[in-house]
Each structure stands twice: as structure tokens, then as C-alpha cells.
């Protein structure tokens, strides 16, 4: 499986932007899905959005639809979620994770393999 490292958080204004980037190493990066989440302080977390193993379909949760894109580049084994618009309710830990089971998105809970997660926060 692999083995999955987010960057690209830090601190924004609002209407700000910012990308992620969520570096993997390992031999099956285009087998699965992978899948975005955050988790805010004192909330579930959620996943906002999933791209399929080659890139094909994507969706998105619809807090960020309109506002964040993923694409993932399998040559370079990195997935990216560029965020635009950001609000200050975008504030979270981020984590990018791939779907042990699924090569396409699914719309519920699946089985995961974790990355650390990288800190956003959108304040003035």
C-alpha cells in the first residue's frame, strides 16, 4: 500500500488560495482511489473530495464545489487539491488518503490508508 505525505497548508486570508499536495511512494498508486478529508476542531470529519485512479472522474463534497479541484499527476505519484475562495469555515486538518478497496469514488466509508495531514487556516 502506500504511503502517502500532505503539504502545502498554512495560513490564508480569506477569498485566499492555497495548494495541497499529497506526495506517495509505493508501487500502486494508480490502483486506487484517492480521497481528501479534513476535520475542523470540535467537528466529524468529512471527506470533500475523491479522484479515481487514473484521473477520469472526480466528485466533490458540496462545501467545496466550485471552489477546490483535484487532480492527480501518476508520473510524479502526487495528488493535488488547489483551493480557491477559501473561507474561514475551510479552516481544518487536511489529509489525503487512499481507497484500499475502491479505484473509483464511492460515496461512503471505505478502508484507508492515511496520510499525517496538513493544517489550513483561513483568518483574517
Known amino acids: 500500500q502506500l504511503r502517502l505525505v500532505e503539504s502545502g497548508g498554512g495560513l490564508v486570508q480569506p477569498g485566499g488560495s492555497l495548494r495541497l499536495s499529497c506526495a506517495a511512494s509505493g508501487f500502486t498508486f494508480n490502483a486506487h482511489a484517492i480521497v481528501w478529508f479534513r476535520q475542523a476542531p470540535g467537528k466529524e470529519r468529512e471527506g470533500i473530495s475523491c479522484?479515481?485512479?487514473?484521473?477520469?472522474?472526480?466528485n466533490y463534497a458540496d462545501s467545496v464545489k466550485g471552489r477546490f479541484t483535484i487532480s492527480r499527476d501518476n508520473a510524479k505519484n502526487t495528488v493535488y487539491l488547489q483551493m480557491n475562495s477559501l473561507k474561514p469555515e475551510d479552516t481544518a486538518v487536511y489529509y489525503c488518503a487512499e481507497d484500499r478497496i475502491n479505484p473509483f469514488c464511492v460515496g461512503y466509508s471505505s478502508y484507508y490508508n492515511w496520510g499525517q495531514g496538513t493544517q489550513v487556516t483561513v483568518s483574517s
Open positions: 479522484i479515481s485512479n487514473n484521473g477520469g472522474s472526480t
